[in-house]
């Protein structure tokens, strides 16, 4: 609103007071409006308090049902029903053994194939396409079951036990915002804090690197407090913070009961995990994925976990289905011995991972025992999702090559054996591993129309409310049922209307009947549609309908789709299919489908190619510009939201005075594995483009600056683009106007990380772009005024490249 404009907002003043004289004040300057108390008040107001009465009840916190439990819920992320020790797999997990033991087992858990939409169904009990959570936030789509928010409509457990007397506490991964809004400046409104938890600290992303997280702290960015070097992982540091909430609510408010949702970066890419876990595997994955599969699936049948005579499907059961071969699976025995031996590697690093991670709640159960909680606390150990298969045929030490289009070397990974899964690695196993830890199922992650992708572990612990001990459960159910489950249990209802907006109706069924039930018992559950990126199937009383059509895949054509059908209930791994021999059934199911889709907005379905969904134009806050001016002692920004140099020219110009002691970083973008930095070491300028962790890093600097204020920079002129999508051109140095360095450099062109490393003025945070300097390595002894950043052009986007990083990352 302009002060020119003299007949607007002038004018508009005006005539709010004329409105006031007329409709609000009287001679005495008073209005003639009575504040009235709340409806809820019971008391007596009058002139002196002394003849007043007061009723403290519209004020009292609710308090939770008498004896109501507390709640920790375990969600891994990236593991089939075939990883894990309580289901017969190589990977022990000695706390959910133990679990296992004091509570059920669950077989035949499922959930929507992916992790962003399962979390959603977890928060509200409903399918993932009324939550807006069609697939992973990034690939919203506008339409009323994808738009990547979950509306008002469907409010979160977390806020019905927040009113009803629980403490809520959310640790670990998030990947519930909006991406454009992962800033510290967007809105919050889909931050943890504003649904109904009232404490948070992880990661909001689909992913971050396990020795140098992106955290959030509540409503704000914050660093680790230590690094690897001295012992920091992201397992221990969640498990550190999940006590710390804990103790400090047993403090002050031991009545209240207290729900916990702790989600750790495990098992998903990076492949994390501290040298003597991943030693405990040498040699464990030798036999390689193929033979792991036959093993598994008679260990699972020995154990209970699945019927006797269950066969294996194959590992390649879609193969000519598939638009691009990425979800192939390379036999074992066509791989050279290099590749089986860092294959083997890379199984031993993932087991590793699970099990540290598995050792770290081990300390939060621990806790519990001790201090008298564990009993009347209900333990559902869970993951979200099949076996990841994002690591491609090959896998990677280095995911960020894959994601820039950039290709990996076999001679080069082995260079980093000996260390994977340590802070110089950034590793995904291959293809292979997602479907031996996926067995005996076909596919894995993304696939949701086979239990691969669906068919997850589940263990569940109440030694108060669950007398059966160590017990197998067979009934059918899915990650919607949770939701009704802890509801029954903390004797509360969804209500039918949430702070004046009328619910949809929860879309799961208790499983709590289970508790006291016997292993083979019919479950309630009637019906489970699924539907994951154009791949889409039914359960319905025992029986599975699974349409051909692979996620992803740009073939279209719906209406076309063949569909197999299997007898579930009779052929667990769905291995046979019925369609021909029961036409009828069949129909029956697809019929259902459709209906269900209706019911919860599934429609139109999507399995567009992820470079096209990538160039969806989605609505943000913050439109993208040219010029971009960053101030120190401001906490990083995400990726997401920095200024874009992707394929263009750019140039990087800070304000500073100098003195004879000033060193560190100005300015960094990125990490060890792809991203720049402009920084004074030994008092010189230096810059580094460290492409995609390859060494030697592009570097650049100056002769000694004497003290004295300066405007320093640098320069890249775009001048080709490579065959791997790289830009080539010209970087130079400044100090004030005079060029005093020039090089070639090349830059990638996909995003520096998938870890949340982001752009940081006057330090670098978490792990360090440039070998040059270590972390955070803070500007120090001179002054940092601002440093500014402009690009010219269009940038270079790889849309398939950042395709694969999204899709990887989820």
């Known amino acids: 609103m302009g002060i020119q404009s003299r007949g607007g907002w002038v004018s508009t003043l005006q005539t709010g007071f004329l409105l006031l004289l007329l409709i609000g004040c009287n001679s005495k300057g008073k209005t003639d409006t009575k504040a009235e108390p709340t409806s809820d008040f019971q008391g007596k107001i009058a002139l002196d308090v002394r003849d007043s009465e007061a009723d403290w009840a519209p004020y009292t916190p609710k308090a939770a049902p008498k004896d109501a439990p507390n709640i920790l819920f375990v969600l891994y992320d990236d593991t089939g029903l075939a990883a894990w020790s309580p289901y017969g797999g190589a990977i022990n997990m000695p706390t959910m053994d133990k679990l296992a033991a004091n509570g059920l087992t669950y077989t035949q858990w499922h959930t929507t194939a992916l992790c962003a939409p399962t979390r959603s169904t977890i928060m509200t009990g409903r ?77 909001l992303g689909g992913e971050t690197n396990n020795w140098y997280p992106d955290l959030v702290e509540d409503n704000h960015f914050v660093e680790a407090e230590y690094g690897p070097e001295d012992g920091y992982h992201l397992s221990k540091d969640l498990a550190d913070h999940a006590l710390e909430m804990i ?80 979800d192939d699976v390379r036999p074992w025995d066509s791989l050279s011995a290099d590749e089986k031996i860092l294959f083997a590697r890379m199984a031993e690093v993932y087991a590793g991972f699970s099990e540290y991670t598995d050792a770290q709640i081990g300390r939060i159960i621990d806790y519990l025992e001790e201090t008298g909680q564990l009993e009347n606390t209900i333990v559902l150990y869970a993951a979200d999702n099949g076996a990841s298969g994002e690591g491609s045929p090959n896998g990677s030490v280095n995911e960020n090559k ?34 031996a830890f996926s067995a005996p199922f076909k596919m ?23 007398k059966a001990r160590g017990e197998i459960r067979h009934q059918y159910h899915h990650s919607v049922d949770i939701v009704p489950t802890l509801l029954e249990v903390c004797g509360l209802e ?64 719906f209406d076309k789709d063949d569909w197999e059908l299997y007898h579930v209930d009779e052929d667990r791994s769905e291995s046979t299919d019925l369609a021909e021999t029961h036409p009828e059934k069949l129909e029956e199911l697809i019929a259902a489908w459709y209906d269900e889709a209706e ?56 304000n500073v005075e100098l003195t004879n002691a000033s060193e560190g970083v100005l300015f960094a973008h990125g990490s060890r594995f792809g991203g720049h930095s402009l920084f004074i070491k030994e008092g010189k300028l230096f810059y580094s483009y460290n492409f995609l962790g390859i060494q030697p890093e592009q570097v650049m600097a100056s002769k000694p600056l004497s003290p004295g204020k300066y405007t320093l920079g640098m320069e890249f002129i775009k001048e080709s683009q490579g065959e791997n999508g790289e830009t080539w051109g010209t970087a130079k140095l400044y100090v004030n106007e005079r060029e005093v360095a020039q090089s070639k450099i090349r830059t990638q062109p996909g995003k520096f990380t998938l870890s949340g490393d982001g752009l940081c003025v006057g330090y ?22 601002f440093v500014a950043v402009t690009v010219e052009g269009t940038p270079y986007i790889d849309l398939e490249a950042e395709a694969k990083r999204v899709m990887m990352s989820q």
Do not use: C
Request: hydrophobic share 35%; proline share 8%.
């Open 444 to 466: 894995f992650k993304r696939y949701a129309q086979y239990a691969g992708g669906t068919n997850d572990p589940l263990v569940i612990s109440w030694p108060k409310g669950i």
């Open 247 to 326: 103790r400090d609510q047993q403090a002050t408010n031991p009545s209240r009961p207290w729900y916990m949702w702790f989600n750790p970066g495990a098992n998903h890419a990076p492949h994390h995990a501290p040298m003597e876990y991943i030693a405990k595997y040498k040699g464990k994955f030798d036999s390689g994925y193929d033979a792991y599969r036959e093993w598994v699936t008679a260990r699972m049948v020995e154990k209970g976990i699945l019927p006797e005579g269950t066969k294996n499907t194959p590992i390649n059961p879609m193969r000519e289905d598939m638009a691009a071969h990425i």
């Open 494 to 557: 969804m209500p039918k209307v949430y702070k004046g907006v009328e619910q949809l109706p929860l879309s799961g069924v208790s499983m709590a009947y289970t508790f006291n039930a016997q292993p083979n018992d019919p479950t309630q559950k009637k019906i489970q549609y699924y539907s994951m990126l154009g791949s889409r199937g039914i359960w319905k009383e025992g029986w599975k309908a699974a349409a051909i059509h692979a996620p992803l895949s740009g073939k279209g054509n």
């Open 599 to 654: 019911k919860n907005n599934v429609l139109p379905l999507d399995d567009r190619s992820a470079v096209e969904v990538l160039g969806i134009k989605r609505p943000s806050s913050e439109p993208a510009r040219d010029r971009y001016v960053y101030y120190p002692n401001t906490a990083q920004v995400p990726e997401g939201v920095a200024v874009n140099i992707r394929g263009r020219s750019y140039k990087i110009l800070a």
């Open 402 to 435: 894959l994601f820039n289009g950039y290709p990996d070397e076999l001679s080069e990974n082995l260079k980093y054996l000996e260390v994977l899964g340590g802070p110089e690695t950034y590793n995904h196993f291959p293809t292979g591993w997602a479907s």
């Open 127 to 203: 399918n993932h396409h009324l939550n807006g959570m069609a697939s992973i936030t990034e690939t919203a789509d506008g339409f009323p079951g994808a738009n990547g928010r979950i509306s008002e409509e469907v409010a979160p457990l977390s806020k019905i036990l927040q009113d009803n007397g629980w403490s809520t506490f959310w640790v670990g991964k998030n990947h519930n915002v909006p991406e454009q809004d992962v800033a510290a400046g967007a809105t919050k409104k889909q931050w943890p804090l504003q649904m109904g938890w009232d404490r948070f600290y992880g990661f």
């Open 764 to 785: 670098d945070s978490g792990d360090a772009v440039s070998n040059l300097y270590p972390s955070p390595s803070k500007f120090r002894n001179g002054k940092l005024d």
